[in-house]
């Protein structure tokens, strides 16, 4: 069993592409129209083949009560790995991306959140480099 796609729910599919491919740095890899809306997905550049994240529509009535929670106690909806979060924390604010934590060391890793613009907060993922004796 593996996960092939996951999805987060947006207010507007088009700038939330915009935002995820534009200035986050994914790439579109499906956007069928579907009525009003699409089947919009993006995917890592790294990892073509990988996971997709479907830029759901955020309708139903049930999202926005849950989204204004999770953002209220600042909850992240999605957890997105990184290489290099200070690389990425700065590129990420050279764009315009607003952080809501900056890079914080969390025992194993370090972690930042940020804003999608999209209704969402995001969590960046950084392991520290394994120390050899």
Not at 81 to 109: H, I, M, N
Request: charged share 25%; aromatic share 8%; proline share 8%.
């Amino acid at each position: 069993m593996r996960i092939h796609l996951t999805s987060i729910f947006v207010d507007d599919q088009r700038a939330a592409l915009a935002f995820y491919t534009d200035v986050l740095g994914f790439v579109t890899c499906r956007d069928v129209p579907l009525g009003t809306d699409a089947w919009l997905t993006v995917v890592s550049p790294d990892s073509p083949d990988g996971p997709e994240l479907l830029l759901e529509p955020s309708g139903h009535p049930a999202v926005k009560p849950y989204r204004d929670a999770l953002v209220a106690d600042g909850i992240p909806l999605a957890q997105f790995v990184v290489d290099d979060l200070d690389a990425e924390y700065r590129r990420l604010v050279e764009r315009g991306v607003v952080f809501t934590q900056p890079p914080v060391d969390v025992g194993e890793g370090m972690v930042a959140v940020f804003d999608d613009t999209c209704g969402n907060l995001i969590q960046l993922y950084a392991a520290k480099p394994s120390s050899s004796d």
